[in-house]
């Protein structure tokens, strides 16, 4: 099963007052009628999707714009994140390779960088 990126929001607190205004990110899950019957099973009353009926998993992290979806021993599914884990550890253990493994990470999730803004000035002929 696979989720894909849907949107970032606010959380209203709806369900929990502590999570007011807390970042939220949100997938469309897609997989085989059996596998998202199970999701829905898993999520019982917190089980929620769009006016298409497209099963939405939210999440507080943002594992990029796809992921797989795998469900975990107590029932449960969570983003498959192992490869952001193995690099987080590898970082940790070797911190000069920490830029390297960033980039390759960022660029596995799809995120662009932030355009570099140049200040250019000027500068006064002194000669004059």
Known sequence: ?????????????KNNPATTGKLRF?????????????????????????EQGTPIHTSLQYVGRSANLIQIRDGRFIADTSAIDQAS????????????LAKSIVSQLGIAP??????????????K
């Open 1 to 13: 099963m696979r989720i894909t990126f849907r949107q970032s929001y606010r959380s209203s607190g």
């Open 26 to 50: 949100a997938y469309n899950v897609i997989g085989t009628a059996e596998e998202l019957k199970q999701y829905k099973q898993s999520r019982g009353d917190f089980y929620i999707e769009d």
């Open 89 to 100: 550890s590898l970082a940790e253990q070797h911190p000069f390779l920490a830029g390297e």
């Open 114 to 127: 932030a355009p570099v803004a140049v200040r250019t000035t000027e500068t006064a002929d002194l000669n």
